[in-house]
């Protein structure tokens, strides 16, 4: 792959997750969430974006929020479930994606806020209308995502690099 070819990144929040007994790491989705998991899906899938591989945070919510959208998509990408998403700082997710192997063109994060929206509002130094401003307003609601474009290599993602191309929340 080019250094000039254009990637993406989708940063997908986990769906609504359930307040239980369960430690917080093994929190299932709430009934609300597996509704809107597979409707984030489909929206995905509707994008045209082929996904070369789905990097997902070990937390229970996160994995069952994969598991529905990813059922929804017309190709499963390679997934890789990675502990280091919980909890990450946004200088702990840049440095995740900075690991990506420079074959992979599209690549979509399933992780949790506030680092979801801390890696979007970092990345975007740029946004397609009011992208941005609607992104910002709404606080990156469960379920939501955002789509992010630059040119360059994995190595090269820092702040203000990616353009926000869209942010989709399930309850608009």
Not at 4 to 33: C, F, N
Request: net charge negative.
């Amino acid at each position: 792959m080019s250094v000039e070819s254009t990637r993406r990144i989708v940063l997908l929040r986990h769906a609504k997750a359930d307040w239980g007994q369960e430690t917080d790491h093994e929190r299932p989705l709430a009934e609300r969430g597996r509704k809107d998991a597979p409707v984030a899906g489909r929206r995905l899938a509707q994008s045209g974006i082929r996904f070369d591989l789905a990097v997902c945070s070990t937390a229970a919510r996160t994995r069952e929020t994969w598991k529905l959208a990813v059922h929804e998509l017309p190709e499963r990408p390679r997934t890789v479930y990675e502990e280091r998403i919980y909890e990450a700082s946004l200088g702990e997710l840049i440095a995740l994606l900075n690991e990506i192997p420079e074959d992979v063109s599209d690549v979509i994060v399933i992780g949790h806020n506030p680092g979801m929206h801390a890696l979007a509002d970092a990345l975007a130094g740029d946004a397609e209308g009011d992208a941005h401003a609607r992104m910002n307003r709404s606080g990156y609601p469960t379920a939501a995502y955002a789509v992010l474009t630059f040119t360059g290599t994995w190595k090269s993602v820092e702040h203000g690099v990616a353009r926000l191309e869209e942010f989709w929340t399930p309850h608009d």
